[in-house]
Structure formats: C-alpha cells, structure tokens
C-alpha cells in the first residue's frame, strides 16, 4: 500500500521555467515531509523538508508547499537549471524514524 | 552534515555466493539504519529496520534468511544477501536518521549484479 504517492513519473521543463513537483499522502499521521533529489547510481541527497505546522518552507530557489487538509505537497524550482535534472522523491513519516517515499518524478530541465 | 558511508558501490558476483553490504555513519550514532531496495523506476523500497544490538525488523515478504542484517554496533550496520540469484540484482542503499530525527541520511547505494 503506497503511502506516499508522486503520480507524476516524468516531467520536462525549460531552463528559466519554474518546475513543480508533485506529492500526496494518505496517513493523516504524517508530521515531516521531504524532498530528496538522486542521480543515477547515487544515494539520495536531502533538498527541503517541512514541518506539518507550517504550509511552506523556502530555501534559495526551491520552495516547499503543504496542503495538509488535502494531504498534498508540491516542489517547487525556479528558475529550473540543467543541473536541476534528476529523479526527485518526496518523503514522509510519522512521529517516530521510518520515512515513507513516492515513487519519484523524473525531472528532465532541457537547455 | 552527516555522512552515511556505504561500501562496495558496485558489485559483481556469481550465482550462489553470498554477498556483504556495509553501511556506516561516519560522524553520528545510529542506533537504527533502514535499508532499501530499488527496481529500475520504481521506487525505494524498504525492505528492513537494522536495531542496534538488537534484531531487525523485516517488512513483510522480505525474506529474513536471505537478507541477512547485522547491527553490532553504534555506527554500522551490515547487509549480506546470502545464496544470492539473478533476480536479487537490484540497487541497494541504506539510510539513518540524524540524532533530531529531521533527516534521513543516505548511503552513496550498492549496485548488486548476480550473475
């Protein structure tokens, strides 16, 4: 059962262009979203994270949104770069250590 | 920030053999380690709870005596898929979460290829 679900599996952008990513959930437990960006081969790298007590955290040129009465966040990048290009995953979890992630969004920023 | 060191990156082995997977936190204590699976475009998947000192906790339909999980000690955790197959190929990372719990640390991930 996916918890965490991103139904987006790809997306194009143009480089300048803004790039929103996707993400819901189910369990209404879920206290601490993030984001993860990873490139093939390569661990998961953290990007953003919210707090469920907040509905958006900024951070240089990638914003996290919370809509938690529709369980749902969004990434949000702009201006999109090349080197944005990557599988980006969110991720959730409980009080508690286990994280949940989505099945990811292959973001592709085209030059 | 955190590191987690995660060791082979890549590797190769026979049908049948049986293979380790370490995975270190360099610079915190980790009481508990995840360690997850990925197909190709698909998602991470976890497949167990690595607990120091004590046994891990495995999700269901993973396989305990395949996937051996040892975590001896404060700062490692290891993962041997033993009696190893074709299909266990697969890319696999491990992860801890800091001490405040407000991020999960990952692995650089081990590319497993059975052959």
């Known amino acids: 059962d996916q918890q965490v679900k991103q139904n987006s599996p790809s997306l194009s952008v143009q480089e300048g262009r803004i790039s929103i990513l996707n993400c819901d959930y189910t369990?209404?437990?879920?206290?601490?979203f993030l984001w993860y960006k990873k490139y093939p081969a390569e661990g998961p790298t953290f990007l953003i994270s919210?707090?469920?007590?907040?509905d958006k955290n900024e951070d240089g040129r990638f914003t996290v949104f919370l809509n938690k009465s529709a369980k749902h966040l969004s990434l949000h990048i702009v201006p999109s770069q090349p080197g944005d290009s990557a599988v980006y995953f969110c991720?959730?979890?409980?009080?508690?250590?286990?994280?949940?992630f989505g099945t990811g969004t292959s973001l592709t920023v085209i030059p | 920030g955190a590191v987690v060191s995660q060791h082979p990156s890549r590797v190769i082995c026979k049908s049948g053999t049986s293979v380790k997977i370490e995975c270190r936190s360099l610079?915190?204590?980790?009481?508990?380690m995840f360690w997850y699976r990925q197909f190709p475009k698909q998602s991470l998947m976890l497949m167990a709870t690595?607990?120091?000192?004590?046994?891990?906790?495995?999700e269901q339909g993973v396989e305990k005596d395949k996937f051996l999980i040892n975590h001896a000690s404060l700062t490692l955790s290891t993962l041997t898929v033993t009696s190893a197959h074709p299909e266990d190929s697969s890319f696999y990372i491990c992860?801890?979460?800091?001490?405040?719990?407000?991020?999960?640390?990952f692995g650089q991930g081990t590319r497993l290829t059975v052959v």
């Open positions: 991720a959730a979890r409980p009080t508690g250590n286990q994280f949940y």
């Open positions: 992860s801890a979460p800091d001490g405040t719990n407000t991020e999960a640390f």
């Open positions: 919210i707090s469920s007590i907040k």
């Open positions: 369990n209404s437990m879920f206290d601490y």
């Open positions: 690595s607990n120091e000192g004590s046994k891990a906790t495995y």
């Open positions: 610079d915190f204590q980790a009481t508990t």
